[in-house]
């Protein structure tokens, strides 16, 4: 009988009780009504799961707790979670009218992003019982993320989405109902197409830097003040501030990588993944 650990798949549990609490709440509520208030409880939740998604991961390896169980429902849960309910709770906080073409547009992209999320999810899988079976030596070329993750895709619609409703940050934009819906849509798209293309995204466990320590540490310190004084007093800006920070940094090493060519060994780890 195979071992069925209990601690890490209890955090993955509650990561997609996180996401089914989002889908049904906001179900309840009348597209384009949501308030501010639950767009920021919604947001929250889904970042919790996020951290709670990381951290299932880190102890079943600390404890060695690993199990193929394990493993499905954790994708599973992503699935859920990140895969689903920021669609549904994109949709919800646009003020769409049936039948029109731009809420068709919109109910495509939020599509796009769920059916690329859940590929890129079984995509994972199976590359990951493949490298399982490779020697260490050869597991060098997937120690970053192939394709968008959907973690961060996730965070980043619902980031955006809850920027959009910020108060403070409509006193200085304040986009017309449109535009929002647009916008939104075709950075579901986007982030649809990344999470399933081929494009390498930095993993933290795997950056390293050549500077001194002090130096770093110093840079580290500094960034994380600015970073934790934005979440206390301007969350939505430094939640979608810190995302779109991640997927730009991931498009600038792609696009440094192709103008300065294969002859350069300091960024080859982002070459675009390629399957044997």
Not at 129 to 152: E, T, W
Not at 212 to 219: A, C, D, E, I, N
Not at 244 to 265: A, F, H, P, T
């Amino acid at each position: 009988m195979r071992r069925i650990y209990i601690v890490p798949n209890v955090i993955t549990a509650f990561a997609l009780a996180c996401g089914l609490f989002v889908i049904f709440k906001v179900n309840m509520i009348e597209p384009g009504t949501t308030s501010y208030k639950a767009l920021l409880t919604s947001t929250l939740l889904i970042l919790l799961a996020s951290f709670a998604d990381f951290v299932d991961g880190a102890i079943a390896r600390a404890i060695h707790a690993e199990s193929e169980f394990g493993f499905l429902f954790d994708s599973l849960s992503d699935a859920v979670t990140f895969g689903v309910a920021p669609s549904v709770l994109m949709l919800k906080t646009l003020s769409l009218e049936r039948g029109t073409p731009l809420s068709f547009f919109a109910v495509i992209g939020a599509m796009v992003f769920s059916i690329c999320g859940i590929l890129r999810l079984v995509r994972f899988n199976v590359t990951m019982a493949a490298v399982k079976k490779l020697p260490k030596y050869q597991r060098k070329k997937y120690r970053h993320f192939i394709g968008f993750p959907i973690p961060a895709a996730a965070l980043t619609i619902v980031g955006t989405n809850l920027l959009f409703s910020y108060p403070k940050f409509l006193e200085w934009v304040n986009p017309s109902e449109i535009t929002q819906v647009i916008f939104m849509s075709i950075l579901s798209i986007v982030l649809g197409y990344l999470m399933v293309s081929r494009m390498k995204f930095p993993s933290a466990k795997f950056l390293h830097f050549r500077v001194p320590s002090f130096q770093l540490v110093f840079v580290v310190a500094l960034g994380a003040f600015f970073f934790l004084y934005g979440a206390l007093y301007f969350f939505p800006i430094a939640l979608a501030a810190a995302m779109w920070l991640y997927l730009l940094v991931g498009l600038l090493l792609l696009l440094i990588r192709r103008i300065v060519g294969k002859q350069s060994k300091t960024l080859r780890d982002f070459e675009p993944h390629h399957d044997d």
